[in-house]
């Protein structure tokens, strides 16, 4: 993985001595809340329903076992309400709950001293006060860490598939060209302040595990007919209130051009994206409204920094070569620890089965960690936690661990000879769940439980579900199943490309829920990316897991044998009959409870 150099860290230091000094003067009142508002977001740094959030960013996943250790420190020493503040949570959490009549089961509870995963392969956490703000970056400074840009209207943490570099169908590792895109943006003066944020996704596979087509910018990697690296590049995917999936400006982009490209698209979308709505604001209405005529003006405008600017931005071979040193295969050793594990169990075989993969080394492997446990928020890690993450980094995959688009963690250099220990020890820590990839390996935002733009919880949904579906048999009869949640129209929980998506709205200021069918993330299991349909009105908080149950239950009955996905039952016969089955479980709770009133 990347390794700073003396100017890399000197950068993020002196950002974090910065940032302190904006912190005082705010605090002795020469800036207002106003002022500090977008140099704290420009830090990642929000205030949300209780608490600052702070969001930290793992460029493309890729995370240190040293790094864990200081998001463990970070969330032991620093992600701590005062006990006041805390009670006022809880007891507003517990009062929703109230208003749910019906839903028993409640979300796991507001803990603190924890790290949260995200979609965007960053670290948040809920408790930070600000006042402590400074202290943490000038930490995070000093394992090379950061949140800037993970915030605000400018360039975001960029990602990549989490398998880039060790993957069996890889073209080319985009990993070094994240980096330098990374570098390129970080503080670009031109784009600090953007018409709204922006996101650029890089994959380097024959599958789409990126999710490009839903980015601001997707970059897929290409190799022409003789063997030159190039990019397809998209443009206009979002999700939002107006899910679009990007459209391809440019099939073929030679590698070393691939900043001033960017730059292009950038720049024409800093011009001409619209300011006086955030909800049209980001670059997908902006290409959706101007169709072609957004392509040639991006092209002539990449034309012009070529010919007329003499394309300042070129990648050279030798910029390149110095980036992909750091991209090496790490030094490997196994762990040869000994382990009692029954390797010809149920259990195990299935871990095998769902949380293994192939690698393009051989006798190695690349295994997922997965954070979706009862009583856990999906994505949420304490500091007990990442300090034996940061271990089993150590012990069986060269001290790297990868932060993953679905919110678990991937251990990129595995010897196979180490899968039955490094099994015993996931096992212990509650993260060995065999999940990977079927329903309750759901992705959540945070919802309503910490979030103030959210409209309604996720968070008790997603207890709900996992609660209903612990039955592993079960589990691996439904086959895979891409679920996600968001609880607002902002989607951080990406709903729209889950098979099934389930959606937060507000509803006379009660907490309702969409659910739609048939999204896609692009992978080769879920096939194009395209955003699911609404399969009726909202759903109260106590009837979406009948409602989940009978979608399910439909697709059991509906499909051709067990060897036919989920998605693919759907789109063979079509949303009307899991449209019937969740109205049918409504009106079916509706009569439960009306003869237990009678």
């Known amino acids: 993985m990347y390794q700073y150099t003396e100017f890399d860290k000197q950068f993020v230091k002196l950002r974090a001595q910065q940032f302190r000094d904006q912190l005082e003067r705010w605090q002795r009142g020469e800036l207002t809340d106003e002022q500090l508002l977008p140099l704290r977001l420009q830090n990642g740094w929000y205030i949300q329903r209780y608490a600052p959030m702070a969001r930290i960013a793992v460029p493309y996943g890729e995370v240190s076992s040293t790094q864990l250790r200081m998001l463990a420190r970070i969330a032991r020493d620093y992600d701590k309400p005062e006990p006041e503040l805390l009670a006022h949570a809880q007891a507003t959490q517990d009062q929703l709950q109230a208003a749910q009549p019906g839903l028993t089961l409640a979300a796991p509870p507001l803990r603190y001293g924890y790290g949260h995963f995200t979609t965007r392969t960053n670290c948040q956490f809920n408790w930070i006060p600000i006042t402590k703000a400074a202290d943490v970056m000038e930490l995070l400074a000093s394992v090379s860490m950061h949140g800037i840009q993970t915030s605000g209207n400018d360039i975001r943490n960029i990602t990549c598939d989490a398998y880039e570099g060790i993957a069996q169908d890889g073209i080319v590792d985009t990993r070094p060209f994240a980096e330098i895109t990374r570098q390129w943006s970080s503080l670009h003066p031109e784009f600090s302040f953007l018409p709204r944020k922006f996101k650029i996704a890089f994959n380097g596979a024959k599958e789409d595990r990126a999710a490009i087509g839903w980015y601001d910018i997707g970059?897929?990697?290409?190799?022409?007919?003789?063997?030159?690296?190039?990019?397809?590049?998209?443009?206009?995917?979002?999700?939002?209130?107006?899910?679009?999936?990007?459209?391809?400006?440019?099939?073929?982009?030679?590698?070393?051009?691939?900043?001033?490209?960017?730059?292009?698209?950038?720049?024409?979308?800093?011009?001409?994206?619209?300011?006086?709505?955030?909800?049209?604001?980001?670059?997908?209405?902006?290409?959706?409204?101007?169709?072609?005529?957004?392509?040639?003006?991006?092209?002539?405008?990449?034309?012009?920094?070529?010919?007329?600017?003499?394309?300042?931005?070129?990648?050279?071979?030798?910029?390149?070569?110095?980036?992909?040193?750091?991209?090496?295969?790490?030094?490997?050793?196994?762990?040869?620890?000994r382990s009692k594990v029954n390797t010809q169990g149920q259990l195990y075989s299935r871990w095998i089965a769902q949380n293994v993969r192939g690698h393009r080394l051989p006798g190695m492997k690349a295994v997922t960690l997965s954070f979706k446990r009862v009583g856990f928020a999906p994505g949420d890690a304490d500091a007990a936690t990442m300090d034996a993450l940061a271990e089993l980094a150590d012990q069986f995959s060269a001290g790297e661990a990868r932060l993953t688009h679905e919110q678990n963690l991937l251990l990129p250099w595995v010897f196979e000879s180490d899968l039955p220990a490094l099994y015993d020890a996931a096992r212990a820590l509650g993260l060995a769940q065999p999940n990977?990839?079927?329903?309750?390996?759901?992705?959540?935002?945070p919802g309503g439980d910490f979030c103030s733009l959210a409209n309604a919880r996720s968070l008790p949904i997603a207890a709900a579900i996992t609660e209903r579906y612990q039955d592993l048999d079960e589990v691996f009869d439904l086959g895979p199943i891409d679920l996600h949640m968001s609880g607002c129209i902002n989607s951080c929980g990406h709903h729209h490309s889950g098979h099934i998506g389930i959606l937060g709205v507000d509803k006379d200021g009660k907490e309702w829920y969409q659910v739609t069918l048939g999204g896609a993330d692009g992978s080769d299991l879920s096939g194009p990316a395209i955003g699911g349909k609404v399969v009726g009105p909202s759903f109260s908080a106590a009837e979406v897991p009948d409602v989940i149950e009978a979608v399910l239950g439909t697709y059991r009955a509906l499909r051709l044998n067990a060897s036919e996905h989920f998605i693919d039952t759907l789109r063979r016969v079509g949303h009307d009959p899991f449209k019937a089955a969740a109205n049918g479980a409504r009106q079916a709770r509706h009569g439960h409870e009306a003869e237990a009133l009678a």
């Open 436 to 445: 990977i990839g079927l329903l309750t390996d759901m992705i959540a935002c």
């Open 219 to 337: 970059v897929q990697a290409r190799r022409g007919d003789d063997g030159a690296i190039g990019f397809t590049v998209k443009v206009g995917g979002g999700m939002g209130r107006t899910p679009v999936i990007g459209s391809v400006v440019r099939e073929f982009l030679p590698w070393d051009q691939l900043l001033n490209y960017i730059e292009a698209v950038v720049r024409v979308y800093n011009s001409y994206g619209r300011r006086d709505n955030k909800w049209k604001a980001r670059i997908k209405i902006l290409v959706k409204a101007e169709g072609q005529k957004f392509i040639d003006d991006v092209e002539a405008e990449y034309k012009a920094i070529v010919e007329q600017d003499g394309a300042p931005h070129t990648i050279s071979q030798a910029e390149l070569d110095r980036v992909q040193s750091f991209f090496v295969v790490p030094e490997l050793k196994a762990a040869n620890l």
